[in-house]
């Protein structure tokens, strides 16, 4: 057990490092290509930070372990609102009226409802649901353009690429920086599924538990640590609209892509439990964006026991799969 937990690490570590490697040489090649910022940072840096998440579920839907895969989306959704937000709302409040959050908080309504409706009404993510979800990824993606293009949201945008960005003119890093994230990224992804699902089997709970909590809270590691941190310099603010954009992509962009590759389902378990409190999760954040509510040192307490209080539930009464 200790060398598979050791293999697990590794997967993840190697998956959010390269995934970082990839985004920055990324980022790099499209400056030097004098590729508008805006662009970039609505395309390169979007999708490049969903690249973890993307690579685990692909693997794991390639590989049969589907049910990690799903796990995945729906426990980094459910991280991203409850922990990501909630644990720096501790150290110091932060508002949740940026400009132009209304709209993507009217977007991630869509998105949810739309991925809770292929799993409740059809049973399955397959090749329609890839259709549709990425249809709507790519009208999502239009409709910033056009408002960054606006300049609403523009700044932003524009402040998203800033860290990325930080190795400009070094351009013989470029190459190297894109060929460690395409090197890595399928690599700490099969390490990660593969001896998550010998875990699962092991400890013999089902697999999306290793989905739901390793892989959920692992990937979420570098976003949390860089919210606690703006925290500390109370500029944490623009972390909401980080999290509305990265639920929206897991649901659209690697809930769509996993359809793309095959056919995943989701246990009953999931079906009563995690997508509810995925959905509960994201109806806060989207009512406290829409009526302009602060996120309160006494609401963050309440998000993080709350997560707490989720994982340690799933934990112990994990259905057994013998």
Request: aromatic share 8%; net charge neutral; charged share 10%.
């Amino acid at each position: 057990m200790i060398t598979l937990i050791a293999l697990i690490a590794a997967g993840l570590a190697l998956l959010i490092l390269a995934g970082d490697l990839l985004v920055r040489g990324a980022v790099n090649l499209a400056t030097m290509l004098k590729i508008s910022p805006l662009i970039v940072g609505l395309t390169v840096v979007a999708f490049g930070t969903s690249a973890p998440e993307l690579m685990v579920t692909l693997q794991g839907v390639s590989s049969g372990n589907y049910h990690i895969a799903m796990g995945n989306i729906v426990g980094s959704n459910i991280a991203n609102v409850l922990l990501v937000l909630g644990l720096p709302a501790l150290i110091y409040p932060f508002i949740t009226h940026l400009p132009g959050l209304k709209k993507d908080a009217i977007a991630l309504i869509i998105g949810t409802s739309a991925f809770m409706g292929f799993v409740y009404f059809r049973g399955v993510l397959d090749q329609l649901t890839a259709l549709v979800l990425l249809g709507l990824l790519i009208i999502y993606i239009f409709t910033l353009f056009l408002r960054a293009r606006n300049s609403e949201g523009a700044e932003v945008v524009l402040d998203e690429i800033e860290d990325y960005a930080a190795e400009n003119g070094i351009a013989w890093k470029t190459p190297l920086f894109i060929l460690a994230g395409i090197i890595g990224l399928p690599l700490g992804a099969k390490l990660l599924v593969d001896n998550g699902s010998a875990l699962a089997e092991m400890l013999h709970v089902r697999q999306e538990l290793i989905g739901l909590t390793i892989v959920a809270i692992g990937t979420s590691l570098p976003e949390l640590a860089t919210v606690v941190a703006a925290a500390l310099r109370k500029q944490a603010d623009v972390a909401v609209g980080n999290v509305v954009g990265s639920n929206l992509f897991n649901l659209l962009f690697v809930g769509g892509a996993a359809g793309l590759v095959g056919q995943s389902y989701f246990s009953a378990d999931a079906r009563l439990i995690d997508i509810p409190i995925m959905a509960l999760s994201s109806l806060l954040l989207i009512f406290l964006i829409l009526t302009h509510r602060k996120i309160s040192r006494v609401l963050g307490v309440a998000m993080f026991l709350l997560y707490v209080g989720y994982i340690g539930y799933i934990s112990y009464t994990s259905t057994p799969t013998l």
